[in-house]
Each structure stands twice: as structure tokens, then as C-alpha cells.
């Protein structure tokens, strides 16, 4: 079992930086995929970014490529969004989840584990 407990979020202008945080309980955390998805209100749950268990795999959605980057610590059960050049439309709450596969997905359904997610606003 692994539990997620995401921070970091916040509100920020346009143009601004955050970066979150998500904390996972769990030995097993250092052998599993990570990712990072969002959610505004009214729409579905998207994705953002993943990371493999070795952090030599990184995969981005479109919309964020080039201005998020998606790290991980192992020895500290870290995983980590810098997110760069923040837009209005990247407002939503933000999710960390695990996948007990070690190979970097961006299908939600594939996650087995995730948090409560963490609000980030960005103003026009």
C-alpha cells in the first residue's frame, strides 16, 4: 500500500512558478512509475507528466511541454512538478499517483495509488 500527500500549491500570477511536492509512504515507493494529473472544474481528469521508477523516463502532455519538468528522489519518497511559466488555463487541482509498473504510462487507469490532490490558481 502506498499513501500520497501532495503540497506545493498555491495562487500565482501569469507568468509565475510553483513547484509541488508529493510525499509517498511505502518501501516499494522507488520501484513504482509516478505521474501528475490535474483536473479544472467541469472537465475531466487529464494528464500532466510521468516519471519512471529510475527517473530515466519522462513523459509530458502537450500542453505543458517545455514549462513543467517532473522529478523524483527515491532515498526520500519525493516526486516533483516545477511548473514554469504558469498560464489561467493551467488552474486545477493537481494529483500524484503511483503505478505499481516501473514503465511510464499516461493512461489514469493504469494508477494504482493517489493523493488528494493539491489546488494551483494562476491569475490573469
Known amino acids: 500500500q502506498v499513501q500520497l500527500v501532495e503540497s506545493g500549491g498555491g495562487l500565482v500570477q501569469a507568468g509565475g512558478s510553483l513547484r509541488l511536492s508529493c510525499a509517498a509512504s511505502?518501501?516499494?515507493?522507488?520501484?513504482?512509475?509516478m505521474g501528475w494529473f490535474r483536473q479544472a472544474p467541469g472537465k475531466e481528469r487529464e494528464f500532466v507528466a510521468a516519471i519512471s521508477w529510475s527517473a530515466d523516463n519522462t513523459y509530458y502532455a502537450d500542453s505543458v511541454k517545455g514549462r513543467f519538468t517532473v522529478s523524483r528522489d527515491n532515498a526520500k519518497n519525493m516526486v516533483y512538478l516545477q511548473m514554469n511559466s504558469l498560464k489561467p488555463e493551467d488552474t486545477a487541482v493537481y494529483y500524484c499517483?503511483?503505478?505499481?509498473?516501473?514503465?511510464?504510462?499516461?493512461?489514469?487507469?493504469?494508477?494504482?495509488?493517489w493523493g488528494q490532490g493539491t489546488q494551483v490558481t494562476v491569475s490573469s
Open positions: 499517483a503511483a503505478d505499481r509498473n516501473p514503465i511510464v504510462t499516461m493512461y489514469a487507469a493504469r494508477y494504482h495509488y
Open positions: 511505502g518501501r516499494a515507493f522507488s520501484s513504482y512509475a
